[in-house]
Every structure is written in C-alpha cells, then in structure tokens.
C-alpha cells in the first residue's frame, strides 16, 4: 500500500552521462550525470523547471564520495494553497553531499549532508550520520543520527472564506514563516544466536519542533506577493489566554476579524520493536513481538535538546505484545 504525491503532471527528463568502469590508480569506478528537468499540468502550466546534477567516485580503498544538486528556476504550484489558485514557487538552490567508508569491513562510517536556500531567504540544513559495526560474525549494530534545521517563508497555515477577499476568489489563503529544528535516530540490533534463534531490535527517537511567526495572506494568484498581517493598516494580536491570534486584515476596512490557532508544536516520539524468531521445527517458526510508543507535545515553539529528551523518556508509553506461531503442514 502507497500514497501518491501529486496527480496532474506531465514529467519530462533530459539526462546527460558518464561511466569510468576502469580503475586509473586512484578510482576504482565513477559517474557523473547532468540533467534538465521540466514539469506541466495538463493545462499547460510549468510546476517545475530546473537542472540537476549527481556524481560519485570510489577510490581503490573503496572509500566512496557523492554529490547531488539542484537549481529550480521559478515556475507555478499548485500545492501551496493547498486546491487553492495558483502561486509562485521561487527559484532554489540544493546541494547535498554523503561520504562512506569500505562496506566490507566490521565498522562502516557514511555521513552526509545537505544545504538549501531559495530567493525569499528560506533555507535549510541537514546532517546525518551512520555507523554499523559487526563486532562478531552474528551481531549486526547500527545507528544513524541525524539534525535537521530549516526556515520556511511560506509556510500554508489554513483557508478562510471571505468574500470580501475578491482578489483570491472569496477566500483567504493563510501562511506564516516556520522555524523548524528536528533530531532524530535509527539504531538497529540483529543477533543471531543459532541458525534458528534471533533477536531484532529497532528503536527511532525524534524530536521535531516549529516556531510559527510573520503571519500573512496571499495577495494575489500566480504571484509571490503577499500581504504580512500587522502592516498597510492590518493587525494581529496573540491572545495568551486562549493561545490564539486575532487578525484584522484590513484595519478600519469591512473585513471581519478572525482567529487562527497558535500553530506552534514541539512533537517528541520515541518507537521501539523487538521480534524474537524461534525455528522450532523446519518450516515452524514461533515469534515473540513487543513494541512500545511514546509521545510527548510540552513547550510548543521552543527547542531544547535536554529538556525535551527528558520529557520524552518520562512520557507515559503504550506497550503491545504480540505472539505468532505458523506450522508448516508436510502435505
């Protein structure tokens, strides 16, 4: 079962490459592509438009170095007002980068990382880490660490009907610039005790929070343009008490005023399983499941990486236990 992203697009790729099989003396193997990319609707409007590059060399140690990236150029979306009119995404810059030692060996290092801005001043940072280590030939261990940071300009809050927004067709289509801080893990054990005994663990912290600010509307179809809340006469107030903001949009104009909820969050989750897989019989096999859930939302809006852990690990947790058993019929 899946999910798809976007319906509507017509994807066109124009892909330019090059393979070195051979090794020279300091490179095993490697790769370089070049690509231009471009999308439409089926009415002819461009939702994407850039290029695109990615390579890779391995060196004779087979130690390996990648790179990808990206320039969009500004086209129209369809997806930030959320089935609303048209709007404009701007141009964007991506690089990101991953670096892996020699998989062969007991202990595998990789670590990547990846940048982004685009021209209304939003950006984005990311950076990860993996180590697996096989410390005997049954135990496999590995962890992945990861912190990721972005700023959002335009990020889509809520869609509001008013007909006096006739420059949006009777509605108000409702952003604010988003802070966002996430740290996350995924850390895995496989032990095989036996041929027919193991043991798998899986267990993923996170914690992701978004600091909402510059709340603002769209001011007009297939543009960039938008009008920020608090100036050209507009007002908005938080009200501490009901942790909302109460917008004018027009000062002393007709408009009404309307409340938006405090969008902040501060989502922590911590997600474990463990499977015990017992080979009773050939073709029998009995499992032992246990897997526990925790979350927590204190401090919406504010990151600290102490405090949040520690309200994390002292959340209440939902536990579930599960056992299997199939028997294989010799028929």
């Known amino acids: 079962m899946g999910f798809q992203r976007i319906a509507d697009k017509i994807n066109?790729?124009?892909v330019l490459g090059y393979r070195w099989f051979q090794p020279d003396g300091i490179f095993r193997r490697k790769f370089l592509y070049l690509a231009h990319f471009r999308n439409f609707d089926f009415e002819g409007n461009a939702i994407a438009n850039g290029i695109f590059s990615f390579g890779r060399l391995e060196f004779m140690n087979y130690y390996s170095i990648g790179y990808q990236t990206s320039y969009n150029f500004r086209t129209l979306s369809k997806a930030l007002t959320r089935g609303g009119p048209l709007s404009e995404n701007p141009r964007a810059f991506w690089f990101g980068t991953n670096i892996s030692?020699?998989?062969?060996?007991?202990?595998?290092l990789g670590l990547n990382g990846n940048l982004s801005r685009d021209e209304l001043g939003g950006n984005s940072h990311s950076v990860g880490l993996e180590i697996r280590w096989r410390p005997w030939s049954q135990v496999n261990l590995s962890i992945g660490p990861e912190y990721?940071?972005?700023?959002?300009?335009?990020q889509y809050i809520n869609t509001l009907d008013d007909k006096l927004a006739v420059s949006t067709f009777g509605k108000r289509y409702i952003f604010a610039e988003l802070n966002q801080e996430t740290v996350s893990a995924n850390i895995r054990v496989n032990w095989?005790?036996?041929p027919t005994l193991s043991l798998q663990l899986f267990l993923q912290p996170l914690i992701s929070v978004g600091d909402?600010?510059?709340f603002k509307e769209l001011a007009?179809?297939?543009?960039?343009?938008?009008?920020?809340?608090g100036e050209n006469g507009s007002t908005i107030n938080y009200n501490n008490n009901s942790d909302e903001y109460t917008v004018d949009p027009d000062g002393n104009g007709p408009a009404q005023n309307?409340?938006?909820s405090n969008p902040d969050f501060n989502f922590k989750s911590l997600r474990g399983t463990i499977v015990l897989r017992w080979e009773v019989l050939p073709g029998s096999i009995f499992y032992l499941v246990w897997s526990q859930d925790r979350t927590n939302f204190n401090d919406p809006g504010s990151f600290s990486f102490g405090r949040d852990f520690s309200n994390l690990w002292q959340?209440?947790?939902d536990n579930i236990f599960l056992a299997k058993f199939t028997y294989w019929l010799n028929m």
């Open 315 to 317: 959340a209440n947790s």
């Open 212 to 214: 909402y600010s510059n």
């Open 192 to 194: 095989t005790f036996t």
């Open 148 to 154: 990721s940071s972005r700023l959002e300009k335009v």
């Open 258 to 260: 309307f409340d938006l």
């Open 101 to 108: 030692s020699d998989s062969r060996e007991d202990i595998v």
């Open 12 to 14: 066109g790729h124009l």
């Open 220 to 229: 007009e179809p297939r543009t960039l343009r938008f009008n920020k809340f």
